[in-house]
């Protein structure tokens, strides 16, 4: 696990300080080791956290003759094997581990190898001989890498932090700043500054003589898996994360797992145990606030499961908020759950170096709510229940007012997009100046071909495979390559092995959502290993208190900061609607839906851009 910059392009005016800076400014990512590459018009720079071949396994990496130079983040799970590959084809390689392996497997297959990497990753490869950068990212997002190209160069970091080190004028993206403000995050690969994208999740970006070609190597893929009943399904699934486990456990440095409480993580510990027998460190985090606090319930999995269980408390520092968070997001990103997962994360690094998690587990295997609400609509609209019934679902007030909301679109693509929205276009028209949104579409979305016949399992599947495409990398993996990065810790995540989220989409939709549950699967295998309570309770998500923290802890540091004269929330925004929706707040009613997005997005502004 790293961070990596670099540049390409026919500007041979990039200095030795330009990729120290780059370097420096990503040091949290890497605080072990640092290395550079330089030559003519290219230059890489890579700071390390050594995990897997620590005496060895320094970057940046070459072929035999060193026409092939590369640097990655992330860990290639399935290295061993390619490295028995790559000896069986007369390679020699020098290391233990898995960073050198990718300039020789380029060699050897050219950007084909990377449907044969099992991993989360960014790669960054110069060919010397066709005189072309390579940029590359996982399937599904876990290692973000940004770039930005102009006047036939480009550049590229891990951070946009690292890319602001080149002096130049930019602009701020106000369709991805309205985007953000809808979703949370502007897209998978779109920032708020005009001109830096990031590479898509499984996609490969190629840059030669001044042009760039954007390729997707990857798709999940489509096959029906029929013929098994629930208990063949469960044992074809435990197989298989016990596979991607397995990979996920090698490290040279310690070792332990994010347990919330909630089935996906406490399967992972679970099976953890399994594999290896000894007791794994956990750790969790709480709330005073019992209604989001769900440390108890973790600790009742790890007494259970014999885990050596770590817990820590979260509690509002309006400080850390103001001056700490906007140095650590150098993009507005607005999901509030960032802070808790920050957190862990700082906590679980005083102990160990690496973590699983159980993200992916919702997309893989339908967890969300709004996949049963694909049910409710569909006999809501053929008059089969009653919309009062939708009480009997036991969700949120506020996540049944988007159900609801949701119902007057027929067409089922933007039904279900609106219930992914923080806010609604209507109210989004009300508060965004007029002018700003002229032309406006949420175009970063990747959209995904909505089926023919639309079906309860074909629309399950398609909402399923547009969260992996969008919301998964967007949101959930910047979160948690953030948020466990400031700290040098290492997230692995078993349930996002290519092979067990194929398994997920494919399997029957009645094996994984129903009208009162979800995750119907994962909860049967969960049945094997720990107590029907911890199985069938409903998980409270990685949510804050936050309507009461901007409303009490909060309040006037929120109206100073938003209704500045020189804020930028008064440049886009009517500042009427903004007055209205804290006064609003202020009485009880609950706008910090928008209001979060709107503070993250002037603190932003405010260290990032407005000082440049």
């Known amino acids: 696990m790293c961070g990596i910059a670099g540049y390409f392009g026919s500007n041979s005016g990039f200095s030795n300080d330009f990729l120290s800076n780059q370097a420096n400014s990503l040091s949290h990512r890497g605080p072990d080791a640092e290395g550079f590459f330089r030559n003519g018009k290219v230059g890489f720079s890579f700071r390390r956290l050594s995990i897997i071949d620590v005496a060895t396994g320094d970057q940046p990496c070459f072929s035999e003759n060193k026409d092939i130079v590369s640097i990655f983040n992330g860990e290639i799970y399935n290295f061993q094997e390619l490295r028995n590959l790559l000896n069986s084809k007369g390679h020699i390689l020098t290391s233990k581990g898995d960073s050198e392996i990718i300039p020789h497997l380029y060699e050897e297959f050219g950007v084909d190898f990377l449907n044969q990497l099992e991993g989360m990753f960014a790669i960054a490869i110069w060919d010397k001989n ?52 809808m979703f949370g995050y502007s897209g998978v690969s779109h920032s708020c ?47 298989l994360l016990l596979d991607s486990i397995r990979g996920r456990l090698i490290s040279e440095r310690p070792l332990g797992i994010f347990l919330s409480g909630g089935i996906d993580s406490s399967l992972i510990t679970a099976l953890t145990s399994k594999i290896l027998g000894v007791s794994t460190k956990t750790f969790s985090l709480g709330f005073e606030e019992s209604e989001f606090d769900e440390s108890s319930r973790a600790a009742k999995t790890a007494k259970l499961l014999g885990t050596d269980h770590h817990e820590t408390t979260l509690r509002l520092n309006p400080d850390w908020i103001f ?49 049963r609400f694909n049910i409710w609509w569909q006999l809501i609209s053929r008059n089969k229940i009653s919309l009062p019934a939708l009480n009997e679902l036991k969700v949120s007030n506020r996540r049944l007012s988007k159900w609801v909301r949701a119902m007057k679109f027929k067409d089922p693509y933007r039904r279900y997009i609106s219930m992914t929205e923080l806010i609604s276009e209507d109210v989004m028209r009300s508060l965004i100046k007029p002018e700003l949104l002229s032309g406006f579409s949420s175009s970063f979305v990747n959209q995904i071909a909505m089926p023919d016949e639309q079906s309860s399992s074909e629309l399950l599947n398609f909402m399923q495979r547009h969260d992996l495409a969008n919301y998964l990398p967007g949101d959930l993996m ?47 295998l969960a049945n094997r290993y720990l107590d029907k309570e911890l199985v069938g309770g409903k998980k409270k998500g990685f949510a804050i208190p936050r309507a009461k923290w901007i409303r009490e802890g909060l309040s006037t540091q929120v109206s100073e900061l938003l209704l500045d004269s020189g804020s930028l929330v008064r440049q886009i925004c009517q500042i009427e609607m903004v007055q209205q929706l804290i006064r609003d707040h202020s009485m009880g009613a609950e706008r910090d839906e928008i209001l979060w997005p709107l503070i993250i997005l002037e603190l932003w502004h405010k260290e990032h851009f407005s000082a440049k």
């Open 323 to 371: 001056s700490d968070l906007p140095k650590i997001l150098d993009y507005p990103f607005a999901d509030s759950s960032f802070l808790p997962t920050y957190f862990l994360s700082k906590f679980a690094s005083e102990h160990v170096t690496v973590v699983l998690s159980g993200d992916g587990g919702d997309e893989g295997f339908g967890g969300y709510d709004r996949y």
């Open 193 to 239: 500054i005009s001109g830096i994208s990031m590479v898509p999740p499984a996609s490969y970006i190629s840059y030669q003589n001044g042009k760039m070609t954007r390729v997707q190597y990857w798709s999940p893929s489509r096959r029906e898996l029929d013929g098994v009943n629930m208990e063949q399904a469960t044992d074809q699934l435990e197989e």
């Open 130 to 181: 066709s005189d072309k950068l390579i940029l590359a990212r996982d399937r599904f997002g876990e290692k973000p890498l940004w770039f930005e190209e102009f006047d036939g160069n480009l550049i590229f970091a891990s951070e946009v932090k690292a890319l602001m080190h080149l002096k130049r004028d930019r602009n701020l993206d106000y369709e991805g700043i309205i985007s953000n403000l």
């Open 478 to 524: 910047f979160k948690v390559d953030y948020a466990s990065m400031a700290h040098g810790l290492e997230v692995r995540t078993p349930f996002l092995s290519h092979k067990v989220v194929e398994f997920g989409l494919n399997f029957p939709s009645s094996m994984k959502v129903g009208a009162r549950s979800n995750k119907l699967i994962l909860r049967n």
